[in-house]
């Protein structure tokens, strides 16, 4: 079977319309769990931590990084009605859109991260966009889900959004100059455009795209493939590679109808999910620098990682004087996916719930022998709609969060169910994900790198995949 495209990952967690949970174990909290909780208390008393201690992991209570970078310290001032009266002049910057589902749209800003480090600029960051949740829940910052002043420190450089730059309510149409990379690696397509994004006309910008040389493409010509190379496109942010390569065909802005040469203080780009350093889908491996210069230190914002903290510990029917215990995630991706069984029964396609139980004692059984804690808390998430497979996961006494019950969307807004889960998948003792979902990958690296936890890809697309 194919590799999914990771491109659109446009799945939101199951909201069942029916109340079933498990009971309480009963389970009193493991010896490991108590040392990590009393640790947790310890930091607590130096008053150092931006959280309470959210679980069994000391690796999720986060320091302050507020005498890190002041990001007002890199623009003139307050937002302006212009973008470009707030820019400093003796300072360069990078910047580009999303426009492919909330998780891929993390990977993408990450590329954008990494693209600025290599090529010594401040990133400018825009908001998340809700296409794949619903087109009218509001944009969100990335700044609410992720914790930026954590992921400057760990990086080493400042990091700007949008809204700090350009007054969001500005009605001041900006020119700019940008490059055009999926015009580029597109080409093996039939009449090739640069890529647009809803999140453009928000920020009120009108953009002339310049295609980026044929070199940037990562894959050899004749590969019909889209990404492109790092090191190619940071070329295009000095000045000798830039200059070389003005003369490509360029698209007047829609709006203004002006040709412009990509910007050279404000280096923009149209789209940087397909980016990779050596091949493609590098997030999926260990060395990814990607990953590992800036997607391992992308960790949640406090206030939204409590809040799936209780999720968590209600599904759990954690008492409230307990800390929460060790647990193992899951994240089993079913909905579109259902498109790539080329015509097998979608129960044969998909893993099964015993194939998926069988990665999960192996999950078990690892934190057994290689960290001494016994987990029996399973929490599971997924896009699945079909009640009687819940009904399965309850029958394995494992859990979920209902957030129907839980009101959350009511109280928090949509982008919330799919944000908690995420975060639960990350903050699991050990994790059992699905192949080919960047969500799964994501959670499976987080998991690997925040808490030292064992991880499994569930195999899947035709009987008996995942057999080993």
Known sequence: MDRQDAYDDPETPFIPTFRVKPQPKGKKPSPGTICAALAGIS?????FLLLKPLSHLDTQDAPSYSAGFNSQSYVQGPPTKRFRDNLRNNTKYITSWTSAGWTNDV???????????????IPIIAKFLSSHIDPSEPPLAFGEIIDVPRLSQAIGIPLLEWHEVKDPESQVLDDLGCWS?????EKYKENPRPRGSPIIDRLKLDISWTRTPDWVKLTP??????????????TLGFPQARSDNLGLPNHPSPQHQVSLHPDDQLLCFDFLYFIGAQR????????????????QHMRWNASTERLADAHARRAMNVPVDEPTPPY?????????FGDQCNGIALDQCFASLSVIARRVSEVQEELRTQKGI???????TSDELDPEWWLGVRALGWTWVD?????????????????IDAIIQSNGAGFVGTRGSTMSNLAHRRVQSWHNGPTRIVQWGRPGADDH
Do not use: C
């Not at 930091?43 to 008053?47: E, I, K, R, V």
């Not at 493939?225 to 940071?234: I, V």
């Open 403 to 419: 957030y129907a019950t839980e009101r959350t969307e009511e109280i928090y807004g949509k982008w919330y169910p799919v944000f």
């Open 328 to 336: 193992i995630s899951i994240h089993a991706r079913h909905g579109d």
């Open 43 to 47: 930091l607590l008393s130096f008053g």
């Open 107 to 121: 990977m993408t800003y990450g590329n954008l991260i990494y693209l600025a480090l290599i090529t010594e600029r």
């Open 181 to 185: 990379v999926w015009e580029s690696v």
């Open 221 to 234: 010509p004749g590969i019909e493939d889209d990404h492109a190379s790092f090191w190619s496109l940071a």
């Open 280 to 295: 493609p889908w590098e997030w999926e491996w260990d060395y990814s620098p990607a990953w590992r210069f800036v997607g």
């Open 374 to 380: 016994e987990v029996t808390q399973v929490i599971m």
